[in-house]
């Protein structure tokens, strides 16, 4: 199983992949999978703002996209050159809750080596989901 800092390198490499001409603001994620395989993110902006989307979820849906479902996800790295480690937007908090592991790890991770691991449960607490409807 790819470790921790293995996992966060593959998402500060997938930060090169980004498209943040608006915010210039780079954005990477990694999501591995209890396979062994890894499916990265980054953040893709639109000139029209509100469709950009975050690295974590193209991380997210990429491995949707290959096959994998909730349960095969095993942990998250989410990378940025940030002054502390990243933390996920609120879209994103619901989308983990939706999709992925409560309990998983989720690695906020800067340049600096700077890390905190959270889970989908510690970011959204009191979520809405599928259940309320
Ligand atoms: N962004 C992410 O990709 N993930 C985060 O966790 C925070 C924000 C992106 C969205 C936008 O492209 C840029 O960072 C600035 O908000």
Do not use: W
Not at 9 to 32: E, H, L, N, T
């Amino acid at each position: 199983m790819i470790s921790k800092e293995e996992l966060i390198q593959v998402a500060i490499d997938a930060r090169a992949r980004s498209y943040s001409p608006y915010s210039k603001f780079a954005v990477g994620a990694a999501v591995a999978c209890a396979d062994g395989s890894v499916y990265i993110g980054a953040n893709i902006e639109n000139a029209s703002y509100p469709l950009c989307m975050c690295a974590e979820r193209n991380a997210i849906y990429n491995a949707m996209m290959d096959g994998k479902v909730r349960d095969d996800m095993v942990a998250l790295a989410i990378v940025a050159d940030t002054e502390g480690p990243c933390s996920p937007c609120g879209a994103c908090r619901q989308v983990l809750h939706e999709l992925f592991p409560s309990n998983a790890p989720i690695y906020l991770a800067n340049l600096n080596g700077d890390r905190l691991t959270t889970n989908a449960a510690e970011l959204l607490p009191f979520a809405f989901d599928g259940r309320d409807l």
